[in-house]
């Protein structure tokens, strides 16, 4: 396995990780599905299967479709219960509201094919031939899927947000009549929006986005007095792909806390040292393209600095 896909695997599992956490999950559909309304309750969520792979049957036709969610959870509510479907995505997928409709769809068929089969286990008789060819009865009700799909990006998404985005130009007669479906997409980078309870959940979406933003100074201001998960720290160094963060910051005294400060001071160093370096890259292309000779420019800028120039240019050629 390569480092891309190390890199890669590590990010899913750490993220998926933190999001099974039931006051992690509960907290992020609150505050970004339920518009902040207390809705879902950490105790009354439980770990689903994440495959919602589905026999599609007819008389003419039988295909097995196999598909694996990311974080699956039931909540329940009395005797019934809602299913709750989190895809994590690190970048923009030109399908997604196709993809989300299927495993929306599996979930509904494989219920459909339970209820068919405990009718059948049961031995139950039907009452009319309508019930029969349907294998159900006309009171059995399925259960709502809600999917949520959670972006971490470091651009914004530019992909479709409903299926109607992925389809050819329609009149308006066809459209009232197209079955539109909608995709729950909540992006870090436009995250202030959102109201968090839940500290880690809030740190994630806060210190992430103003990384990204390359925002230290929101940092500064928000943490300089109190301390980070150190759990909460490894994801975001994961996330935001800075493992500075993790070999700067250390545990204080209180135990699995760090503090962000002297981290976000080396990093909003480097950042300035990567900007610095940036500007005399350009300067010195820009010397080159006017026919400025090296020997003239290595009078004010260093050997490494003309050779990062020359291999920038021989990059764009």
């Keep these: 396995m390569n480092n891309t896909n190390n890199t890669t695997h590590q990010k899913d599992v750490s993220l998926k990780t933190f999001w099974r956490d039931n006051e992690h999950f509960a907290d992020l559909f609150n505050a970004t599905v339920f518009n902040g309304k207390q809705v879902l309750k950490p105790n009354k969520l439980t770990e689903m299967d994440t495959d919602v792979s589905a026999t599609i049957q007819s008389k003419s036709y039988n295909e097995s479709i196999t598909r694996n969610r990311d974080v699956v959870k039931k909540m329940s509510d009395g005797v019934e219960f809602n299913i709750l479907g989190l895809e994590i995505q690190d970048k923009t997928h030109y399908a997604m509201p196709l993809r989300t409709m299927t495993y929306d769809a599996l979930g509904y068929i494989k219920e459909y094919n339970d209820i068919k089969k405990h009718h059948k286990l049961n031995k139950d008789s039907f009452s009319s031939h309508e019930e029969f060819l349907s294998g159900i009865n006309k009171s059995d009700r399925f259960h709502p899927i809600i999917t949520l799909v959670l972006y971490y990006g470091e651009s914004l998404w530019d992909g479709p947000t409903c299926l109607s985005d992925m389809m050819v130009s329609m009149p308006d007669n066809i459209k009232a009549y197209f079955s539109d479906y909608k995709l729950n997409l909540v992006q870090i980078l436009d995250s202030d929006k959102y109201t968090f309870y839940n500290e880690d959940v809030r740190d994630v979406f806060n210190i992430a986005r103003s990384i990204y933003n390359k925002d230290i100074d929101?940092?500064?201001?928000?943490?300089?007095?109190?301390?980070?998960?150190?759990?909460?720290?490894?994801?975001?160094?994961?996330?935001?792909?800075?493992?500075?963060?993790?070999?700067?910051?250390?545990?204080?005294?209180?135990?699995?806390?760090?503090?962000?400060?002297?981290?976000?001071?080396?990093?909003?160093?480097?950042?300035?040292?990567?900007?610095?370096?940036?500007?005399?890259?350009?300067?010195?292309?820009?010397?080159?393209?006017?026919?400025?000779?090296?020997?003239?420019?290595?009078?004010?800028?260093?050997?490494?600095?003309?050779?990062?120039?020359?291999?920038?240019?021989?990059?764009?050629?």
């Design 218 to 317: 929101s940092i500064f201001s928000e943490y300089k007095t109190r301390n980070v998960d150190n759990e909460v720290i490894k994801l975001i160094s994961v996330l935001t792909a800075t493992p500075q963060i993790m070999n700067l910051c250390k545990p204080n005294e209180q135990g699995g806390k760090v503090n962000m400060c002297k981290a976000m001071e080396e990093l909003k160093a480097e950042w300035q040292g990567e900007s610095k370096k940036e500007e005399v890259q350009k300067a010195i292309i820009s010397m080159l393209e006017f026919g400025i000779t090296k020997e003239q420019i290595l009078t004010r800028y260093t050997k490494e600095d003309l050779e990062r120039a020359e291999a920038a240019i021989a990059n764009e050629n």
